[in-house]
Structure formats: C-alpha cells, structure tokens
C-alpha cells in the first residue's frame, strides 16, 4: 500500500459555482461534502483539491501571484502533488476520510468567472475531486495521508481433478498474473487469493458467501461452466448474485463461437453481489484469456458505475 502525506495550505469555501473561493481557517464536512459551500450536494465531487505546487508552476504562466482559492479549489495542498492520484484513491486525516473520484474537469472557458478573472484555469488538467467517506472538521496545517487503493480479487477454480492433484490448476494462476498485470498497467495495487475447490455445490456456496462478506473487489470463478453433470458453477451464482449482467458474456460467446461454436457451449455468466463484480468463466486457459481481454474492456466503468461515480 503506497502512503504519502500532505499539507493543508488553505480551506477555502464559495457560496456559488464557478466563482473565486474565499480561505477559511476550518470547515466542516458532512456526507455532502463541505458546509456552506456551493459544491456540496449528493453527488461525487463533493470537495475539490489542488496542489500549491500546481499553483506556483502556473504562476509563471500567467504571470502574476496567484491566490489560494482562486482556481476555485476547496482544499489547497502542499507535499504532494494529488492529480497523480486515481478514483478510489482516499486522503485520510485524523478527523476525515475522503475518496477520490475524479482527475480534472471539462473547462468553461469564458463562461466561467474564474477563467475570465485568470486567463486560465490549471483545475481541469490538476485538480482532483473527492466524495467525504467519514465527516469531521478540517484546519489549516493538517496532514492529509494519500492511501492507494488496492483492488481484491479472489479466484476460485472449481475441479474434481485438480483439487485431488490429478491435473495442476492452471486457469487459477492465470486469472491471478492477468489481473495483476492489468491493475498494475492502470496504476493500481492487486492483491489476489486463491482456493481450488471439487465440482461440489455446498463448497462453492460456502467460498462464495465468504468471499463476500470479506468484500472483495471481484470474484472471479474458473471451471464448472459447461453442459456436463458436473458443471455446477452458473446455477450457483445465479442464485448468488443481486444482479446479472447478461451482455458481456453473450459477446463474448459470440465472438469467438464464430470460429469456435463449441465456445457457445459455456453458460458463464457476470453479476453483481452487492458492490462486488461476481465473472463465472471456463476452466481452459485459453478461455481465460479471452474473456478477460475483454471483461479488462468493461472493468473500470463497471467499478465508477457501481460505486455511484458518474464518469460521462
């Protein structure tokens, strides 16, 4: 887990949008965000941070001092520069916990005070917004502690033969190397767990239900997704999952059926166990390549979406 602090150089707080924020010594947040501020509200950027050092790079741009608040941002840093965070990132404080959700904005140009007060504005390229995950108060000169998020997978591979050591699990490992090189491709840390279970119902309930309540990220299962009398997986997690999400796996069939029809044999499925992604998928390896090349398409605006963050 990667950790660095921060500095509060200034709070700074505007009663409407679009318009110069004026510092204050401490605020208030609540689960809407700042108290008294025109950002706040039931949405995902709730409070609005820049770094000072993205401020003094600026300054030589424009030309002139630049006061804090006046790029329109809530909390004014120094120590770090924060738009090399990602959403679901958080900043910690002894008193507040908040979670990244967004890396700049779409610029208003001329319709914006601030812009036609600047001549620019550096928010849109690095200022960050976040949501309050934990409420408290915020004073001038407190740390706020950057926490990376690190995303949780755990992979069950479900088969006779590989449980009692017949055959070596391969589609298991895979999941696992894949999902970590993809995390790390992004930016983010993986951790990952893995169990190899028997083609059984009871175990397979009992892992998943475990995996749940120990929130994980993604569940991925291998194995168990055919038509045989042993295949058992799809049932079990349909009845599982809070909510199916039929469309990537039916692309997914017919994308390489069309070469391969027995690939439409598989009854994998995708869902949703409460803000857990739940993906049932073939035991091949070759299967598992294919479908998290594209399951890795879909995977990020599947966690924004799930997790309330409107990133259209």
């Known amino acids: 887990m990667t950790q660095n602090t921060c500095t509060i150089k200034s709070l700074n707080i505007s009663e409407k949008k679009g318009t110069i924020k004026t510092p204050r010594k401490e605020i208030t947040l609540n689960m809407e965000g700042i108290e008294g501020d025109a950002h706040a509200g039931k949405w995902h950027r709730q409070v609005s941070l820049l770094a000072a050092e993205s401020i003094e790079s600026f300054e030589s741009e424009l030309g002139r001092k630049i006061n804090f608040g006046e790029f329109a941002e809530n909390i004014t840093t120094e120590g770090f520069q924060v738009h090399l965070t990602k959403p679901f990132d958080r900043f910690v404080s002894e ?90 491709e992004m930016g983010y840390l993986c951790e990952t767990n893995r169990s190899v279970i028997p083609d059984q119902k009871e175990l397979l309930e009992k892992e998943l239900e475990r995996a749940a309540q120990e929130n994980y990220d ?95």
């Not at 995950?133 to 000169?141: A, H, I, Q, R």
Request: with cysteine.
């Open 95 to 184: 008193n507040v916990e908040m979670e990244v959700t967004q890396i700049g904005k779409k610029c208003h140009g001329t319709n914006c005070e601030i812009f036609q007060l600047t001549g620019n504005c550096v928010m849109p390229k690095e200022g960050i917004f976040c949501r309050v995950v934990t409420p408290g108060k915020l004073s001038e000169n407190d740390v706020l502690t950057y926490i990376q998020k690190t995303f949780r997978i755990k992979v069950i591979t479900l088969s006779d033969r590989a449980f009692e050591g017949i055959y070596k699990d391969k589609s298991g490992p895979l999941i696992e190397k894949l999902s970590k090189d993809w995390f790390t």
């Open 218 to 312: 993604i569940i991925y299962t291998t194995g168990s997704t055919g038509i045989g009398p042993r295949d058992i997986a799809p049932k079990i997690i349909a009845d599982f999952i809070d909510l199916e999400i039929p469309g990537i796996m039916d692309m997914i069939r017919l994308k390489y059926g069309a070469e391969k029809p027995n690939a439409l044999l598989s009854r994998s499925l995708a869902g949703i166990k409460d803000k857990t992604l739940v993906f049932s998928l073939p035991g091949s390896t070759k299967a598992v390549n294919e479908y998290l090349s594209e399951i890795h398409k879909i995977l990020m605006h599947s966690f924004l979406m799930l997790h309330g963050i409107d990133s259209h």
